[in-house]
């Protein structure tokens, strides 16, 4: 089974988001940074429909997401080895071709090796709102996804199935 590698950054560099999505642990990331890309948020009515009404259903009001845009600045985040199967995955879940692009860009890893991988981006035609640092920031955390919570959970089981209930139905 061929492995792609994928570069997750915001909330997709946390091993337990990705375990929960792929449906299986990915194993150690490696840490990279990608170069001349800065970090962006995104808020929930900067997002189209119908990835905005589904995410303010789960996820409530707050929401925002993390984004890359060409330009100054680095992002820092982390390298997975998934499968063609693991990368529809991640896919489905970030709304590829509703909201989202799937790119490639070159990272360097931790080891200063350069390496093209694959990785996921608001569609430029969405606005975003203000640029936060790229290296040193912190998880968004909903008070939603608190709630309910086992340990090493990202999201809650209930919150899983109901967005993959969603996707499916986009797919229709």
Do not use: C
Not at 100 to 116: A, G, N, P
Not at 137 to 147: G, H, I, N, Q
Request: proline residues 3%; charged residues 30%.
């Amino acid at each position: 089974m061929d492995k792609q590698l994928f570069f997750g950054y915001g909330a997709n560099r946390n091993r337990s988001k990705i375990t929960q999505i792929i449906g299986k642990d990915p194993g150690e990331g490696v840490g990279a940074i990608l170069e001349s890309y800065s970090l962006h948020l995104q808020k929930l009515d900067q997002i189209p429909d119908p990835a905005q009404s589904d995410l303010k259903d789960i996820f409530g009001n707050g929401f925002s997401a993390y984004t890359i845009r060409p330009g100054k600045g680095f992002v820092a985040g982390i390298v997975w080895s998934v499968t063609e199967e693991e990368l529809k995955k991640i896919k489905e879940w970030e709304y590829v071709g509703n909201w989202r692009d799937i790119l490639e860009v070159t990272v360097k890893s931790e080891d200063f090796y350069t390496v093209k991988v694959l990785t996921e981006k608001v569609m430029d035609i969405y606005p975003v709102s203000e640029r936060v640092d790229g290296i040193i920031y912190s998880e968004l955390e909903f008070t939603e996804l608190k709630k309910g919570k086992q340990k090493d959970e990202y999201y809650t089981k209930v919150q899983l199935e109901k967005i993959r209930k969603l996707i499916s139905q986009q797919k229709k």
